[in-house]
């Protein structure tokens, strides 16, 4: 069974880093595509970058390109998202996914079945 436990997000000042992590459980070497999310009051879900657990091709939405960055720790099964320069416009709630099967990109949120319980991010200008 696939569970996946975020860490928590934080609050910082615009220009600000924060780093997230999920620990999954349940997600084979390979054979899986994961996913950060994010979804702010009143807009759809948006697939910000995704990776495929074991490779290196990733996505990333053209909101966050230049600033984010996924990585993954297989011999710890945690997935990352490094967050650079963060804007107010980042403000979300940011979910990890995991599907099995190969990446879409974008990647596309009824594609995943598993989701952690979400982590808040606020930046304030």
């Known amino acids: 069974q696939v569970q996946l436990v975020e860490s928590e997000g934080g609050s910082v000042q615009a220009g600000g880093s924060l780093r997230l992590s999920c620990a999954a459980s349940?997600?084979?070497?390979?054979?899986?595509?994961m996913a950060w999310f994010r979804q702010a009051p009143g807009k759809e879900r948006e697939g910000v970058a995704d990776?495929?657990?074991?490779?290196?091709?990733?996505y990333y939405a053209d909101s966050v390109k230049g600033r984010f960055t996924i990585s993954q720790d297989n011999a710890k099964n945690t997935l990352y998202l490094q967050m650079n320069s963060l804007k107010p416009e980042d403000t979300a709630m940011y979910y990890c996914?995991?599907?099995?099967?190969?990446?879409?990109?974008?990647?596309?949120?009824?594609?995943?079945?598993?989701w952690g319980q979400g982590t808040q991010v606020t930046v304030s200008s």
């Open positions: 996914a995991a599907a099995r099967g190969f990446c879409g990109r974008p990647p596309a949120h009824d594609f995943f079945p598993y």
């Open positions: 349940g997600v084979t070497r390979s054979g899986y595509c």
């Open positions: 990776i495929y657990v074991g490779g290196v091709s990733t």
